[in-house]
């Protein structure tokens, strides 16, 4: 079955830059999406289709995608930054969902 | 606003069977597909299962075919998951989710709080 990779964490410092990133033979003919899950809540989409921002999340967050990887971006990280983020994309037929392992961000 | 509550979730015996349901409301229910996504505890995110707007495509992760079965009622603005043979790995917090579906792309833009599933004797 088709996957996407994910590093289990990344920690960085307040006012920092955050990088994450999403590696995935079908991601040059598949779009990658990200989200943002804190703990006890659902998940939030903050990245979908590589680059596009949903209304209400913050400028602060970007994705771009070379290749086989992609990235969400995080500039100047705040404590509220910290979560687990899941990069999301279809197989190579289009059909399924796949989600990476999922992020842990720890702002330190 | 859009909002989607799941409800059904509860404990139930190895080899039993639970009906989830999703209540949606606040956009054109039968304009969108929707789908069912899962977290064990203290895991990660995995998609479930999709239904099409019209009912007539459905897809499920390997793990669930033939034990699980996703429908919809339009009418009634909502999204069901009948989930028979349970096992304790499907013990999970399980999501609604509103599906943005094409033939380029498939992601989830709204979320619903979840329900919580728990399989064991």
């Known amino acids: 079955s088709y996957e996407v990779t994910q590093p289990p964490s990344v920690s960085v410092s307040p006012g920092q830059t955050a990088r994450i990133t999403c590696s995935g033979d079908a991601l040059p003919k598949q779009y990658a999406h990200w989200y943002q899950q804190k703990p006890g809540q659902a998940p939030v989409l903050v990245i979908y289709?590589?680059?596009e921002r949903p209304s209400g999340i913050p400028e602060r967050f970007s994705g771009s995608g070379s290749g086989t990887t992609v990235t969400l971006t995080i500039s100047g990280v705040q404590a509220e930054d910290e979560a687990d983020y899941y990069c999301?994309?279809?197989?190579?037929?289009?059909?399924?969902?796949?989600f990476g392992g999922g992020t842990k961000l720890t702002v330190l | 606003e859009v909002q989607l509550v799941e409800s059904g979730g509860g404990l139930v015996q190895p080899g039993g069977s639970l009906r989830l349901s999703c209540a949606a409301s606040?956009?054109?229910?039968?304009?969108?597909?929707m789908s069912w996504v899962r977290q064990a505890p203290g895991k990660g995110l995995e998609w479930v299962a999709n239904i099409k707007q019209d009912g007539s495509e459905k897809y499920y992760v390997d793990s669930v075919k033939g034990r699980f079965t996703i429908s919809r009622d339009n009418a009634k603005n909502s999204v069901y998951l009948q989930m028979n043979s349970l096992r304790a790995e499907d013990t999970a917090m399980y999501y609604c989710a509103r599906d943005q579906s094409s033939l380029l792309y498939r992601y989830f833009d709204n979320w619903g709080q979840g329900t919580l599933v728990t399989v064991s004797s």
């Open positions: 999301q994309s279809a197989d190579s037929s289009g059909t399924y969902h796949v």
């Open positions: 289709k590589d680059s």
């Open positions: 606040g956009f054109t229910f039968s304009s969108y597909w």
